[in-house]
């Protein structure tokens, strides 16, 4: 707690120094808002069996980590239709083994925007979303991060551009979203296998439009990557190297309950290496070192994937989702993770039942695989941006998290979750991981 309070107390002040922001509201219609959000995230994991490791193994040895996050919502009106918003964030935090190695799916969604055990102030997002209405009744939007409260038509189309993340747009789901209040491991907020464009915090520069019409919606949007494969700087040439995404949404009930189906194709267009180039120069040239993935770099090449998310509510208490995705996986990963292949399944149930409305349990199941030509590399001994062990006793990449969040008060959440990895970083030779988490959280 001695950790977060400083930061708290600026995300206060600048409440008291932004205050017509704060409470501008229109009878009908929310003009200006700013929201503040304050996460920290601990973790620990045992001592696990290996057989050997290399350069981007996870550590076998008992270790911890930690992420802290806190995060200013500015947003505000500038005429009908348009919303304007900017997100300064600051964020410290230590990955097991100092360096983010060793997984497949990784056990905290904010690790991403660490930055050591300084504290370090970024823009996180600075965009405008434009809204065109085209009738078909009312719908009310309640007031939330980067969302103002107010009345859309429920057949309208949407435009947002400047810097945000293409899952600000993308691949939403009830239960399984936002690792800051739901499951933490990357495998269940998101496609594992949905490298999308962004910089290394999973940002980017781009635009995104949506065509709602009665219970469909179709999304379509390109954003840039970064310069090279999972690094900070911007590469702008948005027409040579980019990131697109196309998305169609179906909203249904099933048995009386709501319920969506969404299907994502994704297009990316980088200078990226190709695992079978690679793997040609490390067996020709074992001298030139396992990372052989970065000297093969040279033309431009494309990565697509596609995938389905499903979510479908079981009653008022809560529901359950399903990812599936299936990318190429020829070529290095340009902006997420190592995985090729991405199965989540599980649920969510907030605690009405036994009197704990404001608490939530959740439960999921994840499993990872990689490409045949990105395996045989590792195999080979070859390392790429998050994994290699040296060798390679090939098994999908497993895992079961849970969670239980405890309303505190109706604006502090305490979490306590626990994830076990089986096969980590694809390898039978290593693990299980048994991994506990503590997370508190607070929005206002």
Not at 203 to 217: H, P, S
Not at 240 to 263: C, N, V
């Amino acid at each position: 707690m001695v950790l977060v309070r400083p930061w708290a107390c600026l995300m206060y002040c600048l409440g008291v120094l932004l205050p017509g922001l704060c409470a501008a509201q229109a009878a009908e219609e929310q003009q200006a808002d700013v929201k503040f959000q304050l996460t920290y995230n601990w973790q620990r994991h045992g001592s696990f069996r290996q057989a050997y490791s290399a350069a981007n193994s996870l550590p076998s040895v008992r270790d911890k980590m930690y992420t802290f996050s806190t995060t200013a919502h500015i947003g505000g009106r500038p005429w009908q239709g348009g919303e304007v918003y900017f997100n300064p964030e600051i964020a410290q935090g230590v990955p097991f083994g100092g360096n983010l190695v060793g997984l497949g799916g990784f056990t905290n969604g904010e690790i991403t925007r660490a930055a050591g055990t300084s504290p370090t102030i970024y823009r996180q997002r600075l965009f405008l979303r434009q809204t065109w209405n085209h009738g078909g009744g009312s719908e009310k939007i309640e007031s939330d991060f980067n969302q103002l409260a107010g009345s859309v038509d429920k057949n309208r189309f949407v435009l947002t551009v400047g810097n945000f993340s293409t899952l600000d747009v993308f691949d939403d789901n009830a239960y399984a979203k936002d690792p800051r209040a739901q499951f933490m491991n990357w495998s269940n907020w998101t496609y594992a296998s949905f490298d999308y464009a962004a910089d290394a915090r999973g940002f980017g520069w781009g635009f995104a439009g949506e065509w709602y019409r009665d219970d469909w919606v179709v999304r379509f949007g390109r954003m840039t990557g970064p310069r090279e494969p999972n690094g900070l700087p911007v590469d702008f040439a948005i027409g040579r190297h980019y990131g697109d995404q196309l998305e169609i949404e179906r909203a249904y009930t099933l048995f009386g309950q709501p319920g969506r189906a969404r299907l994502l194709a994704w297009r990316n267009r980088a200078v990226l290496g190709s695992f079978s180039d690679a793997l040609a120069l490390l067996r020709a040239n074992p001298a030139a070192g396992p990372q052989t993935i970065v000297a093969v770099r040279g033309t431009p090449k494309v990565k697509v994937g596609i995938g389905v998310n499903l979510e479908q509510a079981l009653g008022s208490d809560g529901g359950v989702f399903l990812r599936a995705m299936k990318a190429d996986g020829k070529t290095e990963t340009h902006a997420f993770t190592e995985v090729d292949a991405s199965l989540s399944l599980g649920g969510a149930l907030n605690g009405r039942s036994w009197g704990r409305a404001g608490d939530t349990v959740g439960l999921a199941f994840a499993r990872n695989a990689l490409s045949d030509d990105r395996r045989r590399y590792l195999e080979a001994g070859g390392i790429s941006f998050f994994i290699g062990d040296g060798a390679l006793n090939y098994r999908a990449e497993q895992i079961l998290e849970t969670y239980y969040s405890l309303a505190a008060t109706k604006s502090l959440w305490l979490t306590l979750g626990l994830q076990h990895i089986r096969n980590p970083a694809y390898n039978a030779d290593r693990g299980p991981v048994n991994v506990v988490a503590f997370r508190l959280h607070a929005h206002f």
